[in-house]
């Protein structure tokens, strides 16, 4: 099974946490040169690859305007994934983009919310409401779309479990059927770092995280990965490869590709990218020991965890069982995954791994 990725480059206005990279641009000239080049990349790929999946993320896939994005999503009518996601912000979409990106063939939405808290959207920078998020969704469900993801934050500055609560009851009164939440990072750089605001208690990031596992299984949504919590079938098949060590090769500026044992990222700058295509500005081939780690940690992001080759075991032997003695790792034959404890410190126990 294999994927492409579609990294958008524009955005409206740069969230105050946000380190991804894109451009502020309304520009329609560069707009269009950049899915000129992008076509050009797309027709470039190899004659036999044939993603099951694509997902067209960014940047924001949806600031373009209406007749930009008729103009241009036709180029990816050659492809005929199975499953074909787009990321939508809230303060970018209209019934007319949603369904002509339904039209399009897309069939599942990521909707950017992040938080229905006026405090939380205003200390993240975003440039919509609550209510615009609200009536996204429900604009989102009436062109059609039947798999649709709410993509919420936890851990903002000044946000406390209520108010945490009150965002889940939100997001599960729309009746999503998946749901991606995410901690907070302070990113170097952004402005969030920089501002160095008063930042949650870890104790208190737990409990949230810990509520939010709970009030997401009672609502019926199965916990699949870290951040990723789905109704049964509607798991994010396409971030699902990135998981399992799957093949992908991703299209844009700064877009990343895995395949063929082969690791590279396209060029971070969107003016080089229209002028010269797709330069590679990091390229690695790893070898099979420095595979097999990723697989590993990648695989261990997943709740049902990975099966271990036996040249793994034998190598990480010792550090499974002392993981396991400290109640972080389960191990059952093979099998190994995450211990519940240790998913909200998934990074210091990857750190053991790698
Ligand atoms: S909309 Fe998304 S990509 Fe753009 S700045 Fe905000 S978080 Fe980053």
Redesign the pocket.
């Known amino acids: 099974m294999s994927g492409l990725y579609i990294h958008i480059p524009f955005?409206?206005?740069?969230?105050d946490?946000?380190a991804?990279y894109?451009e502020v641009s309304n520009d329609r000239k560069k707009q269009a040169q950049f899915f000129q080049a992008l076509e050009k990349e797309l027709n470039s790929l190899p004659p036999d690859f044939s993603p099951e999946t694509i997902f067209i993320g960014?940047?924001?896939p949806t600031a373009p305007d209406f007749q930009t994005l008729a103009e241009f999503f036709p180029i990816f009518g050659k492809f005929n994934p199975q499953e074909f996601s787009v990321?939508a912000?809230p303060g970018t979409v209209d019934e007319a983009k949603l369904s002509l990106l339904r039209k399009s063939g897309l069939n599942r939405l990521s909707i950017?919310v992040q938080s229905f808290d006026f405090q939380c959207l205003e200390t993240l920078?975003?440039?919509h409401s609550a209510e615009q998020a609200e009536t996204a969704f429900r604009m989102a469900r009436a062109a059609g779309f039947d798999n649709i993801s709410i993509d919420l934050m936890f851990g903002t500055p000044g946000q406390t479990l209520a108010m945490l609560d009150a965002d889940l009851t939100r997001a599960l009164e729309l009746g999503p059927e998946h749901i991606a939440i995410y901690n907070l990072m302070y990113e170097e750089g952004t402005p969030l770092a920089e501002r160095n605001p008063v930042r949650l208690d870890e104790e208190l990031e737990r409990e949230m995280y810990d509520h939010i596992r709970k009030r997401l299984a009672d609502a019926g949504f199965v916990h699949y990965e870290i951040s990723n919590f789905a109704k049964p079938g509607f798991e994010c098949r396409h971030n699902l490869l990135y998981w399992t060590g799957g093949e992908y090769i991703g299209c844009g500026p700064a877009a990343h590709s895995h395949w063929q044992g082969t690791r590279w990222a396209n060029v971070s700058d969107l003016d080089d990218y229209c002028t010269n295509g797709p330069r590679r500005e990091f390229e690695e081939t790893l070898d099979s020991d420095a595979k097999e780690r990723e697989t590993l940690v990648m695989g261990l992001r997943l709740l049902d965890g990975v099966e271990v080759s036996s040249k793994v075991w034998k190598k990480q032997q010792e550090t499974f069982q002392a993981l396991e003695k400290a109640g972080l790792l389960v191990i059952e034959g093979r099998r190994v995954w995450l211990s519940g404890d240790a998913l909200f410190v998934s990074d210091a126990v990857f750190a053991e791994l790698v």
């Open positions: 955005c409206v206005r740069k969230c946490y946000c991804f894109s960014g940047g924001t990321e912000n950017g920078g975003r440039i």
